[in-house]
């Protein structure tokens, strides 16, 4: 077969694919919150306050509300209760399983491209669409676009659609401050999502395409 096949799929996320979205999550992203605790191991057992702590996440409401909107799933506000309070006793583990019931995975079936089915295509368009669904500006977006320059501007959604993949296709995210920004002073150059203060380091993913082929990659690995 010529290409890396993933078709269409009504398949749910495991509880275990969950959790590992999380741990994947937290370990990109808390090293540039100075209110998150990068050095906190995320667990099934962890309680949820532990883990709000660990993140620096909503209180429960408005929490609910965006794992909602990150899985694309419809949970009521009385579940999210039952399963986020008292964040003291509830488990990440009840969570996830919570989770895990609803959302299902996301399907890449090839595209066409000159004739031929084309698996790049299929997870370039995908991630397209997603990304527009959550409010994104893709008019311009192509495979040769930065990806930075996206997550500089969309952190949070383009964040999310990689690490809901289940794969890891990013190294590390390290900010540096921008030079002409330098002199501006202590706390306005701590504010990590003024993307005109600080400059996003990814490593060798630098365009979508590189993102596209790294995620295809990892995919070919966990199948192996």
Not at 37 to 66: Q, S, V, Y
Not at 92 to 112: F, M, Q, R, T, W
Not at 186 to 213: A, Y
């Amino acid at each position: 077969m010529p290409y890396f096949e993933m078709k269409e799929t009504t398949e749910k996320y495991s509880t275990e694919e969950v959790l590992e979205i999380f741990k994947e999550q937290h370990r990109l992203c808390s090293p540039l919150d100075c209110e998150a605790d990068p050095w906190a191991e995320i667990t099934a057992e962890m309680t949820i306050r532990e883990w709000r702590w660990a993140n620096d996440l909503l209180e429960w409401k408005k929490l609910g509300e965006f794992l909602n909107q990150e899985f694309r799933i419809d949970i009521t506000e009385k579940e999210w209760f039952d399963n986020l309070e008292p964040a003291k006793s509830r488990k990440l583990i009840d969570v996830c399983e919570l989770i895990s019931n609803h959302a299902v995975k996301e399907g890449y079936e090839p595209k066409k491209l000159f004739g031929q089915p084309c698996i790049k295509a299929g997870v370039f368009l995908t991630i397209k669409r997603n990304l527009k669904q959550k409010g994104v500006d893709v008019s311009e977006l192509k495979p040769s676009s930065s990806l930075v320059e996206y997550m500089d501007k969309y952190f949070s959604p383009v964040l999310e659609e990689i690490t809901l993949t289940g794969t890891r296709p990013i190294e590390k995210i390290e900010t540096k401050i921008r030079a002409k920004t330098r002199t501006k002073g202590f706390w306005k150059s701590i504010n990590i999502f003024e993307p005109e203060i600080q400059e996003l380091l990814i490593g060798e993913v630098k365009t979508f395409r590189d993102l596209v082929e790294k995620i295809i990659e990892e995919k070919k690995k966990n199948k192996a």
